[in-house]
């Protein structure tokens, strides 16, 4: 079974503090990496899109990177701000259509 | 074109009522999906199609569940005799088929709630 597993569930940081969420897939035979942001109660925000030949992508103060050999990819944001705040979704595509979620990182930036 | 519209953002209905939920994707993208995501929880695949062919359904996807998309552009989704665990938001996303870019626009999403 494709699955997909992010971790911590929640997260709590100062201001400015820079952090990393974690992303893993139990089948390594990914098509693309999507990391998505969702605000309560609203649909998803894409903010960085890896292809399985690449090994990271970056925007701003977000870089996501991808290690298919250890099935992980890991989104670190910079310089943390409140506005931030958020659920942070990892999702794989085996196939180029539909996409496999994870559970989510709940991340709050306290000012 | 400002994004993918999905219509209504709410929706309250007694168990066993039919709904339907009308999703309008960006105009040049080809691909259009459904998902489900209750609360908790990552969005869940429904199903999804390629111009006007229904080309993927998940088994979430009971025989009360029903989607179309009959000229390629925009795509309803109806769920009939609804029950309480079909509360949830309804969320619609679509991309473009291009060898480079498999990249995800998704909709705000339609919240159902079952009472």
């Known amino acids: 079974k494709q699955e997909v597993t992010q971790i911590p569930a929640a997260l709590s940081v100062p201001e400015g503090e820079n952090l990393v969420l974690n992303c893993s897939f139990t089948?390594?035979?990914?098509?693309?990496l999507q990391w998505f942001r969702q605000d309560p109660g609203k649909g998803l925000t894409s903010l960085l899109l890896i292809q399985s030949s690449q090994r990271e992508q970056t925007s701003g103060r977000l870089n996501a990177s991808l290690d298919k050999s250890s099935g992980r990819s890991t989104l670190y944001i910079a310089a943390s701000q409140p506005g931030d705040s958020a659920t942070y979704l990892c999702a794989v595509s085996y196939s180029g259509s539909r996409l496999t979620f994870g559970e989510g990182t709940q991340l709050t930036v306290n000012p | 074109d400002t994004g993918v519209s999905q219509d209504p953002r709410h929706k309250i209905t007694k168990r066993g009522q039919n709904v339907t939920f009308r999703c309008d994707p960006i105009?040049?993208?080809?691909?259009l999906y459904w998902y489900r995501q209750t609360l908790g929880q990552g969005p869940e695949f429904l199903t999804y199609f390629q111009n006007e062919a229904q080309l993927e359904k998940s088994r979430l996807l009971s025989d009360r569940f029903s989607a179309e998309r009959p000229k390629g552009s925009f795509s309803t989704l109806e769920i009939q005799r609804t029950e309480q665990g079909d509360s949830a938001m309804y969320l619609c996303?679509?991309?473009?088929?291009?060898?480079?870019?498999?990249?995800?626009?998704f909709g705000s999403g339609t919240r159902l709630t079952v009472v």
């Open positions: 089948d390594s035979a990914i098509y693309n």
């Open positions: 105009s040049e993208h080809n691909r």
């Open positions: 996303a679509s991309s473009l088929l291009d060898r480079t870019n498999y990249g995800y626009t």
